[in-house]
């Protein structure tokens, strides 16, 4: 078990990252506050996967999904998937967590909006 400053406890696995992902935060400008508050959340998504027996390489949407629907159940704050959004980007970012998969287009609007940005990607950007 680790400690994070100020009074967050750390254990599973995300442990290993954890003193990394606090200086992301300050890093990104998070006061203190809501740093120690992504903490505390980051910490709980770390139980919660080490009681069901996951590793950091395992964590998809759907394993974000089932989190976010347990931590309904006892919480009412941070308990969106949105929530998770900087610490879930910091897990990608270093390798721990894989990016999700796009998800392909189902309506003739997304497939003309993909092609759009493409465009804009091909022709537009520097």
Partial sequence: MLLIRPRVRMSGPIV????DLVRELKSLG????????????AAHLS???????????????SVIDAFVA??????????SAQALAP????????????????????TAAQVVLGEFSQYLLDQRAP
């Fill in 30 to 41: 998070y006061a203190t506050t809501t740093a120690t508050e992504l903490m505390r959340l």
């Fill in 70 to 79: 347990e931590r309904r159940t006892t919480y009412t704050n941070q308990t």
């Fill in 16 to 19: 290993g990252v954890a003193e």
């Fill in 47 to 61: 139980r919660w996967l080490d009681g069901s027996g996951l590793v950091l390489a395992e964590v998809t949407p």
């Fill in 87 to 106: 610490i879930l980007g910091f897990l990608r970012r270093v390798g721990a967590v894989p990016e999700p998969l796009p998800v392909p287009p189902t």
